[in-house]
DNA sequence: CATTCGATCGGG
DNA sequence: CCGATCGAATGA
């Protein structure tokens, strides 16, 4: 039995159940050589609605966060600190605006890394996650998996209580 | 228009 | 610990 792709339907959720489904999925691109590259989703960041002041969309919708507002299942790519592509999955249903930030496979450590290793950049922005665009997820092959959840990372500026919210999940390996 | 500031990383 | 690096956000 061959691992199942991801569809729109699978992020169209609760962003905390999507999460909880999602680490431990693979993350999967094929490279401009067709050569197929699949990779362990092992640590991810919820941003989540519009009270959490952690998240772009806290301040109403931007054309740069605009993606976030869209339906579920999209790419919602960024450039942080001028140089490092951040990849998020839009969660949830249009007009609710949510995304779970990829920090870290566990090939590749760090949010900025994983895009650079993957060749990710602005350009995927907005892409539907699947085959025809060579970026999608499979689901994992075990039913359970170990999982910590702790507070994000680089979101101080949040306030004591968004910032503390153990919003970041990590694969326990 | 000027300035500030990141959902980060690599080098010293 | 600090500089890189640039677009979005904010304020004059």
Known sequence: MSA???KEA???RDSFEVA???IGCRLCRKSSDQVISKYTISEIEVYDGF???ASHAFKGKTKRNSVMFGPAGRLYVY???GKHWMLNITTQRYGYPAAILIRALSECEGPGRLTKRLSIDGGFNDLVANKNNSIWF???ASQTVQLKKMPRVGVAYSG???SQKPFRYCLDS
Do not use: T
């Open 138 to 140: 499979e689901n994992r």
């Open 160 to 162: 004591p209580v968004w």
């Open 79 to 81: 450039l942080c600190y």
């Open 10 to 12: 699978f992020f169209e």
């Open 4 to 6: 199942e792709s991801l």
């Open 51 to 53: 009270e959490d002041r």
């Open 20 to 22: 909880e489904a999602l």
